[in-house]
């Protein structure tokens, strides 16, 4: 049963740097089939694609936080890490990691999130 | 980016009805669109992918259609472990996005 799992600061400063960490547990994180991607949910609204990264480190960020955002792998961990630079109030959200797959044989791929982390609640607050 | 419209926001149901969700895209995405369910304080949970697919596990009460922009996705008889709030989200391309969600409570 594949698990994943965020850890990091609850409370980050503003200005300063939001640091998360995904573990995996249950399956490699070393496939060629899977992108590990960062969520997340401010409170009280919708989902919002951060980025993700495959075992390569072969990332993609979304061109609304590309500028502040770096997604990285340690496969010997089986844990992929998230850090969003310069964090403001706005950054206030639940946090998920996932693992995004796809459906073999259609192109482009049909691509879904089919596991999640429970989720972290990071607060930007001085 | 391709915007996800839901409607309706929120709706009220009671067990045993059926209840329809509509999601629109902002331009057309063929049927790369799938469904997640979320609970208070939980992840969401993947249900359907490439608009009508369900995922393995899933009751056969979910159903999802569409194609395009307009996409629908149903649930024949609600149970009472189906009061949650609903997310569509298009994969056609990056960056992948989702809907507002849609709201289903108790009546």
């Known amino acids: 049963q594949l698990q994943l799992q965020e850890s990091g600061p609850g409370l980050v400063k503003p200005s300063e740097t939001l640091s998360l960490t995904c573990t995996v547990s249950?399956?490699?994180?070393?496939?060629?089939?899977?992108?590990w991607d960062w969520i997340r949910q401010p409170p009280g609204k919708g989902l919002e694609s951060i980025g993700s990264?495959?075992?390569?480190?072969?990332?993609y960020y979304n061109p609304s936080l590309k500028s502040r955002v770096t997604i990285s792998v340690d496969t010997s961990k089986n844990q992929f890490s998230l850090k969003l630079n310069s964090a403001t109030a706005a950054d206030t959200a639940v946090y998920y990691c996932?693992?995004?797959?796809?459906?073999?044989?259609?192109?482009?791929?049909?691509?879904?999130?089919?596991?999640w982390g429970q989720g972290t609640l990071v607060t930007v607050s001085s | 980016d391709i915007q996800m419209t839901q409607s309706p926001s929120s709706l009220s149901a009671s067990v045993g009805d059926r209840v329809s969700i509509t999601c629109r895209a902002s331009q057309s995405i063929s049927s790369y669109l799938n469904w997640y369910q979320q609970k208070p304080g939980k992840a969401p949970k993947f249900l359907i992918y490439?608009?009508?697919s369900l995922q393995s596990g899933v009751p056969s009460r979910f159903s999802g259609s569409g194609s395009g922009t307009d996409f629908t996705l149903n649930i024949s008889s609600l149970q009472p472990e189906d009061f949650a709030t609903y997310y569509c989200q298009q994969s056609y391309e990056t960056p992948y996005t989702f809907g507002q969600g849609t709201k289903v409570e108790i009546k």
């Open positions: 990264i495959n075992y390569s480190g072969s990332t």
């Open positions: 996932a693992r995004r797959d796809y459906v073999w044989g259609s192109y482009p791929p049909l691509y879904y999130f089919d596991h």
């Open positions: 490439g608009s009508s």
């Open positions: 249950g399956g490699p994180i070393i496939s060629s089939s899977y992108y």
